[in-house]
């Protein structure tokens, strides 16, 4: 490469790492590409071809494209502190020990933090994260387990008025099935994400109003900003394996669970469930919800700039693989099922396929299955997939399906350092 050239390179590079939110384009000024865009290929046409220029440049850039065009201003990160609820060491027959810590980031806001680790472990244990629909209170058989005073989603056990009440209590908990996470050796951590941000458009609680007001940002995000305030205590706990952290989450939750993991590389591997539109589906896809229906019907998940997409997607400059992308090289499993197919199971496929090619270029391997695998048979490659028979829900057979992909990469990566 010529002397000019790789000068040319750098000045392109450096001007693109220190571009202001400002001097990116407008939506409708950005060029309409009708196929998935390629994730080595800059904003300004130039191609990745270095390991270097992808962490360095390409990465950074991705980050911000997707906070500017789609889900908005991460909020910042602050110290957390956490301050125990109350602990049952004999929780699930003696099986676990269950912690319920309010944890506080920002004055004036703190949300609860459930968490349940396996009291027979012979090291450090990984830890499911994420956020849930229906708050801690519906996950297990505790009376001690505090009751959200804050707005609940209607249709859920116990909730009248959209609050929830004692009768909720331990009504759901086929929905994490926590004790079989226990039973395989793993920790799980969950909040409700109503705690974080009410799945409102209209009324703002949580954090949305304590941030400053100049701050764009979205619930989608602030729920991926309670994610990565959660690893910051999970960290603290010494039982919790520190490189073994999943993220996890159903739907908007799934979407939600994908951009943690793409922003917070502290989290090992990112099990989007049935995430769908805005989260694991293409943008541009043709089935399912479609970014118009997800920007008129939810418009609080996404930010201004997205919305001008809706009728026009050819013009976002990324699609989802590129948020996969931004996981690499670490795994990522999209799980699904069959007659969910507003989530788009198919095309979500399509964005692993598309995403495939950061991992080799990144010098691992990535989707190992060739085509949909058969219905409930995991393709646990670094790129995984699953999709089972029945609805959109979450359920013990996805767990399992969970509980077998991260066992099958921890168990990979724990070889691959004792052959290095
Ligand atoms: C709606 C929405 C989806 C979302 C789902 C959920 O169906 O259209 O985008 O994933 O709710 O969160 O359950």
Redesign the pocket.
Known sequence: MSCVRVLLMFGLFALCGSRGAAALPEPKDLPSKPELPDPLVMLDGTKVTTKEQWNEKRRPELKQLFQHYMYGTLPAKSEVKATILHTDTKAFGGKATLTEVALSAIDKHSFRLLVVVPNERKGKVGCFVGPNFSANHTLVDDPKIVIPEGWMYPNYPGVKNNKASEEGRGKLKEVWNLEQSIDRGYAVATFYNGDIDPDRADVRGGIRSLLPPTLETTSIACWAWGVHRAVDYLLTLPSIDEKKLVAVG??????TAILAAAMDERLAIAIPH??????TAPSRGKVG?SVK??NE??PHWFNANFKQFSNDTAKIPFDQHSLVALCAPRPVLFSNAKEDS??NPDGQFEVLQAADPVYRFLGVSGLEAKEVPPLGKLSAGKLGYFIREGK?SMSKVDWQAFLDFADHHFRRNREESIDG
């Open positions: 159903h739907s908007r939750l799934g979407k049935q995430a769908g539109c805005g989260g919800e229906q997800i019907r939810f507003w989530a959109h």
